[in-house]
């Protein structure tokens, strides 16, 4: 079994910053793709940012000139800057995991931090 664990979220003013972490621990041999999604009420869950393990990033057009995405092996984190109300949502944690050779990759989510955005 693979977890992953969120923390940094808050709540912070319009115009504000905050930096999502995300670890990965468990039964790891390679993790692959991690990702940040976000999901607010009475919305779909949509992807914000991903990054593989060469540093490859995609980053979602709504938040492209304020959030950074970056990685340390098995640790995701989100910078995100100039925040805005609509930024408000749970955020959470995704990791493409392989965890043996030759074993099918699996995908693990974390439980999300909830990021609150005052106007």
């Known amino acids: 079994q693979v977890q992953l664990v969120e923390s940094g979220g808050g709540l912070v003013e319009a115009g504000g910053s905050l930096r999502l972490s995300c670890a990965a621990s468990?039964?790891?041999?390679?993790?692959?793709?991690m990702a940040w999604y976000r999901q607010a009420p009475g919305k779909e869950r949509e992807l914000v940012a991903s990054?593989?393990?060469?540093?490859t990033t995609n980053t979602a057009d709504s938040v492209k000139d304020r959030f950074t995405i970056s990685r340390a092996v098995h640790t995701v984190y989100l910078q995100m800057n100039s925040l805005k109300p609509e930024d408000t949502a749970v955020y959470l944690c995704?990791?493409?995991?392989?965890?043996?050779?030759?074993?099918?990759?699996?995908?693990?989510w974390g439980q999300g931090t909830q990021v609150t955005v005052s106007s």
């Open positions: 995704n990791a493409d995991v392989l965890e043996a050779w030759g074993a099918p990759s699996r995908d693990y």
């Open positions: 990054i593989t393990r060469d540093g």
């Open positions: 468990g039964n790891i041999f390679w993790i692959n793709t």
